[in-house]
């Protein structure tokens, strides 16, 4: 039988992706694909999957009162943060690590739209609660079947959050100017993506026969 992946994602136009750019190039694999926990159980049946595919951040149903942030009020905040004619400021008279200098101050540049972003996405209601629960269940239900997370807005606190819950792997959506290139550059990485999860069902594979003692 081929191995059997199952891709759990809240939005339709990832699941579109998934079917149409990504799995026609898998032949060898065979793809279930659903919106939630208890849909994938249901469509499974009695077949036990090789692999969860899952999307990292979805709606938290517990934020009661979700909206967008005011670009007024996205302005009044990017206009506080250091441009760079602070991180280049003095630079020429450092002395000390020069290149460590640089880089930290143009990081405060980039925590600050990080921190801008992680806001926004509170305010919508939008985090990783929705992935770690998919993650949790597959781990109570699958024990043993690896489970990897494919996100597109995932943050370096994501990634120490998904270590900690004991995810197998982590991967990065392709992201484009609009829906079109993100197609495009989602059936580049396909193959490698494709690969990568290949490998990582043949490890958890190799180490059942291994623990059963099978030769």
Same mark, same amino acid.
């Given at each position: 039988?081929?191995?059997?992946?199952?891709?759990?994602?809240? &939005?339709?136009?990832?699941?579109? $992706? /998934?079917?149409?750019?990504?799995?026609?190039?898998?032949?060898?694999?065979?793809?279930?694909?659903?919106?939630?926990?208890?849909? /994938?159980?249901?469509?499974?049946?009695?077949?036990?999957?090789?692999?969860?595919?899952?999307?990292?951040?979805?709606?938290?149903?517990?934020?009661?009162? @979700? &909206?967008?942030?005011?670009?007024?009020?996205?302005?009044?905040?990017?206009?506080?943060?250091?441009? !760079?004619?602070?991180?280049?400021?003095?630079?020429?008279?450092?002395?000390?690590?020069?290149?460590?200098?640089? $880089?930290?101050? !143009?990081?405060?540049? /980039?925590?600050?739209?990080?921190?801008?972003?992680?806001?926004?996405?509170?305010?919508?209601?939008?985090?990783?609660?929705?992935?770690?629960?998919?993650?949790?269940?597959?781990?109570?239900?699958?024990?043993?079947? @690896?489970?990897?997370?494919?996100?597109?807005?995932?943050?370096?606190?994501? *990634?120490?959050?998904?270590?900690? *819950?004991?995810?197998?792997?982590?991967?990065?959506?392709?992201?484009? !100017?609009?829906?079109?290139?993100?197609?495009? $550059?989602?059936?580049?990485? *396909?193959?490698? $993506?494709?690969?990568?999860?290949?490998?990582? #069902?043949?490890? &958890?594979?190799?180490? #059942?026969?291994?623990?059963?003692?099978? @030769?």
């Amino acid at each position: 039988m081929k191995p059997l992946i199952c891709f759990i994602d809240d &939005s339709a136009f990832e699941h579109d $992706l /998934v079917r149409n750019e990504i799995a026609p190039l898998a032949p060898d694999l065979e793809f279930v694909q659903a919106c939630t926990f208890t849909e /994938v159980r249901d469509l499974l049946a009695m077949r036990v999957p090789s692999l969860f595919l899952l999307d990292l951040w979805g709606q938290d149903d517990s934020v009661t009162d @979700p &909206s967008l942030p005011s670009k007024e009020e996205l302005r009044a905040r990017i206009a506080r943060f250091p441009d !760079l004619d602070q991180v280049y400021e003095g630079l020429d008279s450092f002395e000390g690590d020069l290149n460590n200098e640089f $880089l930290k101050r !143009l990081f405060m540049v /980039v925590d600050c739209w990080r921190r801008l972003f992680q806001d926004a996405c509170d305010q919508i209601g939008q985090n990783r609660k929705y992935g770690l629960f998919n993650l949790k269940e597959a781990r109570m239900h699958y024990p043993g079947v @690896p489970a990897v997370f494919y996100t597109r807005k995932s943050l370096i606190n994501d *990634a120490v959050a998904l270590i900690r *819950a004991g995810a197998d792997g982590l991967f990065i959506k392709p992201t484009g !100017l609009d829906d079109d290139h993100t197609r495009r $550059l989602t059936r580049e990485y *396909a193959p490698l $993506l494709l690969n990568d999860l290949r490998e990582i #069902i043949a490890q &958890s594979t190799t180490k #059942i026969f291994d623990l059963c003692g099978c @030769p």
